[in-house]
């Protein structure tokens, strides 16, 4: 089976039941710069995704709100390389680094996702602690009918640095990755996944579970930036606007009728 991998060497631990936690306000956010690749003539190019969620952002967003993240997107373009829609990491000049040392290489502050047809061996590999993904979408999508819905979410927790040592429950036998199978970190062989967006935790099986300690260590991330909340003032403005919009749309109406 496909399995997803990170870029890193960690060790040990133990499963535990899965817990259920709730999500918690958004606070914290990120953008994802998208990169689409495509053949050298800018023709068959990777998917971005099932028709009506495009990069899978309904999974992706309903996954880190557990952590009070939120996942923006922003399409930079395409990339016309025949070469770079298959990524092998064990071929030079295929491999995912040599794509990437383009453009933000490894940031700490700037994530860029490549879509690619496939990644060898994996469903897609994430940087740890770095700010860059690539996600073979041909694997992804034949998954199942609504695709392989978690991936992305999960590539980016390598980003913010996940699974680390000191997680109680990183794996010794699969670095980088969290022992118990209900929670999103766990390896891509073992894995629980959720079908659809109902089944994430909290929701239906609780699948995807980001632990607490998970929590607390991703949203550290410099990846990530602080949602700012709108002054008071802001907020008196806007209901002043609305309220002004319902008279003045109760006027027209009345004089149309009239």
């Not at 390598?158 to 794996?171: C, K, M, R």
Request: net charge negative; charged share 15%; glycine share 10%.
């Amino acid at each position: 089976m496909r399995a997803c991998f990170a870029k890193v060497l960690l060790a040990t631990s133990v499963a535990l039941s899965p817990i259920t936690l709730p999500a918690l306000p958004i606070t914290k956010s990120l953008t994802l710069q998208v990169y689409q690749v495509c053949d050298n003539a800018g023709l068959n190019c990777a998917s971005t995704g099932p028709a009506g969620d495009t990069f899978f952002s309904t999974a992706t967003n309903t996954i880190w709100a557990q952590a009070g993240i939120s996942v923006l997107y922003n399409f930079v373009g395409q990339i016309k390389s025949t070469n770079f829609s298959f990524i092998d990491d064990n071929v030079a000049g295929r491999k995912f680094q040599d794509l990437a040392a383009g453009y933000h290489f490894q940031s700490t502050t700037i994530v860029d996702m490549f879509l690619v047809h496939s990644v060898a061996g994996a469903y897609g590999e994430g940087w740890y602690g770095r700010g860059g993904l690539v996600m073979g979408m041909d694997a992804i999508l034949a998954y199942a009918a609504g695709g392989r819905i978690d991936t992305m979410a999960h590539e980016l927790g390598h980003n913010f640095g996940l699974v680390d040592p000191l997680d109680p429950e990183h794996s010794t036998t699969d670095p980088g990755h969290s022992t118990n199978p209900n929670e999103l970190m766990s390896g891509g062989a073992t894995r629980n996944v959720p079908l659809t967006v109902a089944d994430i935790n909290p929701n239906g099986s609780g699948y995807d579970l980001v632990s607490a300690y998970q929590v607390a260590f991703a949203r550290k991330s410099s990846l990530l930036h602080d949602v700012v909340a709108p002054e008071p003032s802001t907020f008196v403005l806007m209901a002043v606007g609305v309220l002004g919009l319902v008279v003045i749309r109760r006027r027209r109406v009345g004089g149309i009728t009239a």
